[in-house]
């Protein structure tokens, strides 16, 4: 294969497939009087979480559903942000709560994810959706993100049984997920992070390399397989006013890998697809009840 020969893995086509299956579903909610609605619940201002609301935003409007923004300042009493979780818990016409991480410092984590009501954890925050990671049994929602590299890999027609793939990155809802979701995938997993020793050498091993880390562009040729695939999870400041992966695509391209997720245009999209998609799941199982 000709260094040229990578496949640029974009989130696009995936998302449109995602959304061409839940039209027929949203479009059947409407119908019946039921508009499924979203429920972000924002701290402070930080510019990376107001960029990832205005495409949440963007996307349910362009599919007919409802996304309300509750805005907290960053230095609010935590008993607020708990009133807000608890009666956005008991608001039948809300569907799914997100609330940004990372929290202000003064925020107890634990707190918030007690208060998240499981039938609306739509990105898997709190202790049931978690569970569910480990137990498939369990009907929580899954992390969005690690379902959408899985979703992508299957998308591409990747071969993951079999196949061994290195995560970077063992954060719960990112890294440490999404090794669960692939050994389910029947891949074998490595995972690294920031104390793995010779983390190049491990990684250039890998069939399917995965870097969830959020280090600008880190992951250069010295860390693939010629033939491998690279899919970047990581959202980082380019120092331009832009965003960039955790990989350094150029470099991995030269290095003759077989395929890498772009940043923008990768793993991001196909996440906010997924999220509706939990939205959408979530308010069909409300009428059930
Ligand atoms: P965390 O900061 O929670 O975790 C980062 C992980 O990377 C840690 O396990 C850390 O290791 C590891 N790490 C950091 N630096 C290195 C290094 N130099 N070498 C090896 N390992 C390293 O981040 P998240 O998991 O929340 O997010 C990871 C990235 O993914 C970020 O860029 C984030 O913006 C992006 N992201 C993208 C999403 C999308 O939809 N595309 C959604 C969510 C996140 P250790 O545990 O040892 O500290």
Known sequence: ????????????????????????????????????????????????????????????????????????PADAPESDLIYLLELLARDAAVHGILPFRPLPPHISLKRVKESIKPSKDVDCVG????????????????????????????????????????????????????????????????????????????????????SAIGQARMVDGGYVKQGSFVIDVGINDDGCGGICGDVDEASVMRQGVAGVTPVPGGVGGVTTALLVRNVIEACEKSQKN
Not at 41 to 52: F, K, L, Q, T, W
Not at 135 to 141: E, K
Not at 190 to 204: G, L, M, Q
């Open 1 to 72: 294969m000709s260094t040229n020969d990578a496949i640029r893995l974009k989130g696009k086509p995936v998302v449109e497939a995602l959304e061409a299956a839940l039209q027929p579903r949203i479009d059947r909610l409407l119908a019946d009087g039921v508009t499924p609605k979203l429920a972000i619940v924002r701290m402070g201002e930080r510019p990376d979480d107001i960029a990832y609301e205005r495409s949440i935003v963007k996307k349910c409007d362009t599919l007919r559903i409802a996304a309300d923004v509750h805005e907290l």
């Open 127 to 210: 202790p049931y959706s978690s569970a569910s990671i480990y137990d498939r049994s369990l009907a929580g929602f899954l992390p969005c993100t690690a379902e959408a590299v899985v979703a992508l890999l299957r998308h591409y027609a990747v071969p993951l049984e079999g196949a061994h793939v290195v995560v970077i990155g063992r954060s719960m809802v990112v890294g440490r997920a999404l090794a669960l979701l692939l050994l389910d995938a029947h891949c074998t997993v490595t995972i690294c992070h920031s104390k793995t020793r010779n983390i190049r050498e491990v990684a250039s091993e890998a069939d399917i390399l995965i």
